[in-house]
């Protein structure tokens, strides 16, 4: 690994800082913004585009750190539903929160910070050890980290594809502006937990090559110890490296009886390193969270168009490149690692799974590395196309920016509007988090949808239903709460919150043309806390 990092010259470390600068303002935009445009009396909520639902979940687990909790639960459900979870990452965060003062918001913030560059140096490392020439390198790493493909240009083709063949009940939108983990500008524009475990994938994956290469076991360890922490909090993510490798172990038995007996030491010891982690999911996944999180997971793949759009020119390399791999016109080093990498990941993102999109993350990485090779050929015989900076500026946003630019300005018109997406009032805030200190840990709040998904990330208080996802059986509970709100009968609202055992009900005059009804009238609930247009009624 030390020589590794000492053939990269300083040269390219100054060209890897600029890209890491730029990198970080660019994601950082819409941030700034969102604290420069809040209007009087409103606070940021924290999220991006990519975010909206998810962010309080986050949230909920920091702010349970904070409350001094170390295993979390899923505020999300009942009591009833819910199972400690240990989530070695997100506890981290918490206890910094915890013993610093920071919010929960600010905390993800700083981490999205500090882990970006250290994502960006394994990268580095990364297209170092499998990419000899330093330009090529270089060109890949810009691709990797700034760039996406051309969804932005093959979205109105999409649109017309849907429309005409009327194609119902999937994800359509181009992966390079729907799918945060499948690119790693995204992924660091997204949450410091993404970023981490594509760190993570990345090290192992790295240190796997290098034993393999070097038939140094004792690179089992880190590479052991890196897996039993990115099972622990991101078991998809550990899925994709667990099986690219199985991957290359099979193929190994087939052709490389001594590389497959050396990979089944280095595994085994690994193994036994991440096994903790793996019977601790054991326990885990008969508990109607995890069974969730696989089976009801709103992260199927999206449509195979969606896939190439977003991978733009990038596929269309990758197989070129092969090609002239194949006619012995290049050489591509370590090309049965990367072969296996491509097919196990194209096996893994089509499985029949409902969480088949996580699979897309670090995807790009191997098709940007096979690419670069015959991208490079291709610039060489073309340098027109890169002959001034400006064309080449402009061509490379053409060709690889464009969703990226355009996920940005989204993000910043949604600050520009300053509405319920990206700010909340503070006296919502405020009446949020009076919640804590009214309702216990384990009871039952019934809220509307959109105020029930922020209170476990502000007050660390449970909801009956607020996530698609991380409600147990969400459907029947969302059609339960609208029935509640709706249903002009006191009986019958009282059955509802019998039945699902609910404590609290709390109102927000924000949404009272949802409420049929007014819960001030209502003999079954007594008012035990108002502040400006929020009312929370105990269930008698």
């Known amino acids: 690994m030390k020589d590794l990092i000492k053939s990269i010259t300083k040269s390219e470390w100054k060209f890897w800082a600029k890209v890491v600068i730029a990198v970080l303002i660019l994601t950082s935009l819409s941030r700034i913004f969102l604290v420069i ?105 810009l691709i990797a980290v700034l760039g996406g493909g051309m969804g932005l240009v093959f979205l109105p083709i999409l649109y017309f594809i849907i429309v005409v063949f009327n194609l119902k009940g999937g994800r359509f939108l181009p992966i390079d502006i729907d799918n945060s983990e499948a690119f790693v500008f995204t992924t660091i524009y997204y949450s410091p937990h993404f970023i981490f475990s594509t760190f993570l994938f990345l090290s192992v994956i790295l240190l796997s090559f290098l034993a393999v290469e070097k038939k140094k076991i004792s690179y089992s360890i880190p590479a052991g110890l890196m897996s039993a922490v990115l099972l622990n909090f991101h078991p998809f993510t550990f899925f994709i490296l667990f099986f690219i490798l199985l991957a290359y172990f099979i193929f190994s038995l087939w052709k490389d009886g001594k590389t ?174 009076e919640l804590k200190s009214r309702v216990s840990a384990d009871e039952l709040i019934l809220a509307d949808i959109y105020n029930a998904n922020m209170i476990p990330g502000i007050a660390a208080r449970r909801v009956f239903v607020g996530h698609g996802v991380e409600t147990i059986d969400y459907k029947r509970k969302y059609d339960t709460l609208i029935e509640y709100m709706v249903s002009p009968s006191g009986d019958a609202r009282q059955e509802i919150l019998k039945q699902n055992s609910i404590d609290y009900v709390l109102y927000d005059s924000q949404w009272k043309d949802e409420w049929k009804w007014d819960p001030g009238e209502d003999d079954g609930l007594k008012k035990i806390y108002e502040k400006g247009g929020y009312k929370l009624y105990k269930v008698k």
Not at 94 to 113: C, D, K, P
Not at 310 to 332: H, R
């Open 37 to 141: 445009w809040t209007p009087d009396g409103f606070t940021p909520r924290g999220n991006i585009i990519y975010s909206f639902v998810d962010r309080h979940v986050y949230l909920s687990y920091i702010e349970q750190a904070r409350d001094g909790k170390y295993l979390f639960e899923d505020l999300y459900t009942s009591k009833a539903e819910s199972r400690p979870m240990l989530n070695l990452f997100w506890l981290a965060l918490g206890l910094v929160a915890r013993f610093t003062g920071l919010s929960a918001n600010l905390t993800i913030e700083i981490f999205r910070i500090i882990l970006a560059p250290l994502l960006l140096f394994i990268l580095y490392l990364f297209l170092a050890f499998l990419i000899k020439n330093a330009l090529q390198r270089k060109a890949a790493f």
């Open 260 to 433: 497959a007996a050396f990979l089944l030491k280095y595994f085994f010891i690994a193994g036994l390193l991440s096994l903790p982690s793996a019977l601790y999911h054991l326990y885990m996944f008969n508990a109607p969270w995890w069974q969730n999180q696989i089976w009801r997971s709103t992260t199927v793949t999206p449509f195979w168009l969606s896939i190439l759009a977003g991978y733009g020119i990038l596929s269309i390399f990758a197989v070129y490149s092969l090609w002239l791999s194949f006619k012995k016109k290049i050489e591509i080093k370590n090309e049965k690692l990367l072969l296996c990498w491509l097919l196990s990941g194209a096996v893994l993102i089509f499985l029949p799974i409902s969480v088949q999109g996580r699979f897309l993350e670090g995807y790009q990485i191997v098709l940007i590395i096979l690419a670069s090779y015959s991208l490079s050929l291709y610039l060489q015989k073309h340098r027109r196309l890169i002959s001034g900076k400006i064309f080449t500026g402009i061509l490379f946003i053409i060709f690889f920016c464009l969703s990226f630019v355009f996920v940005i300005y989204l993000d910043i018109h949604n600050i520009f509007l300053k509405g319920n997406l990206v700010y909340i009032k503070k006296e919502t805030a405020i009446a949020l988090k």
